[in-house]
Nanobody, 117 residues
Framework: QRQLVESGGGLVQPGESLRLSCVTSGIIFSRYAMGWYRQVPGKQRELVAVISSGDTTDYADSVKGRFTISRDNAKNTVYLQMNSLVPEDTAVYYC???????????WGQGTQVTVSS
C-alpha cells in the first residue's frame, strides 16, 4: 500500500526554522520526483519545491533562498528545510510523489505550519 506521511510541522515565530519530513512506502522512491506543496483555506494548492529523481531542484520564487528540498533514497524520505519563516508561509504542507509526468501521483495527508508572533 502506497503511503506518504508528513511530519515536522508546528507553530513557530517569524524568522525561525522548521524541517518537514515525508516518509514514503509502497513506491520505488528513487524513481519518483518528489515535491512539497502548500495550501491555505480558499486558495489553490501551490508548488513550493520539487526534486527530481536525478536531484535537480526547483523552487517557487517566494521561497528561493530560504527553503531547501532534499531527498534520502536510502530512507525513502524527502525533506523540506524552511528557514527565515514569515507569516505568509503559514499553510498546510503536502508531500507529493510523481512519476511519468503525473500519470502516477500520490499525496500525503498534510502537516500544518503556522508562523505567528
Amino acid at each position: 500500500q502506497r503511503q506518504l506521511v508528513e511530519s515536522g510541522g508546528g507553530l513557530v515565530q517569524p524568522g525561525e526554522s522548521l524541517r518537514l519530513s515525508c516518509v514514503t512506502s509502497g513506491i520505488i522512491f528513487s524513481r519518483y520526483a518528489m515535491g512539497w506543496y502548500r495550501q491555505v483555506p480558499g486558495k489553490q494548492r501551490e508548488l513550493v519545491a520539487v526534486i527530481s529523481s536525478g536531484d535537480t531542484t526547483d523552487y517557487a520564487d517566494s521561497v528561493k533562498g530560504r527553503f531547501t528540498i532534499s531527498r534520502d533514497n536510502a530512507k525513502n524520505t524527502v525533506y523540506l528545510q524552511m528557514n527565515s519563516l514569515v507569516p505568509e508561509d503559514t499553510a498546510v504542507y503536502y508531500c507529493n510523489a510523481r512519476l511519468g509526468g503525473g500519470i502516477f501521483s500520490y499525496w500525503g495527508q498534510g502537516t500544518q505550519v503556522t508562523v505567528s508572533s
